[in-house]
């Protein structure tokens, strides 16, 4: 069970910004430590996640949440601390943090919304518009309303 810094609400399960406590003999104890904020897509998307240790599994969607909170930001940028960006690249140097390991939940999410759709179509876009000089601009302006 767990309960708020107040101790006013019980709930089952932890949510971002409660303090976690557990019960004891003689009451509730304060186990002085919050939950992290991690993105709600990241939730529905790792949900398959296994790198065989709980702790990497949560560790992985921590820093995917970052990450993707700030795509085009380094590492230290996107991680917002020195404590989450050591726990970012802990997770890059471990074993069993592997590139099919990290992409398989992925892919099977992809897989299950697109077998909910009727036609889905994968299409690859490469093209690439630039529009920093003045003159490009104007161009744009008649292509790009």
């Not at 065989?52 to 990450?67: A, C, F, P």
């Not at 992409?103 to 759709?117: D, G, N, V, W």
């Not at 299409?123 to 008649?142: F, G, K, L, M, N």
Request: net charge negative.
């Amino acid at each position: 069970m767990f309960y708020t810094s107040l101790g006013l609400v019980l709930a089952d399960r932890a949510y971002p910004g409660m303090v976690v406590g557990r019960q004891t003999g003689t009451g509730w104890r304060n186990e002085s430590r919050t939950t992290p904020m991690v993105a709600p897509w990241v939730v529905d998307e790792m949900t398959t996640a296994d790198l065989k240790d709980q702790r990497l599994n949560n560790r992985l969607r921590e820093v995917l949440s970052q990450l993707g909170g700030h795509p085009t930001a380094s590492i230290p940028a996107a991680c917002g601390g020195h404590a989450e960006m050591t726990g970012a690249y802990r997770l890059f140097d471990n074993e069993k943090a592997t590139f099919k390991a990290i992409l398989q939940p992925h892919m099977e999410a992809t897989r299950q919304r697109i077998a909910q759709q009727p036609v889905v179509l994968l299409v690859q876009d490469t093209s690439e518009i630039d529009v920093t000089r003045p003159e490009q601009q104007d161009a744009c302006h008649s292509v790009c309303p």
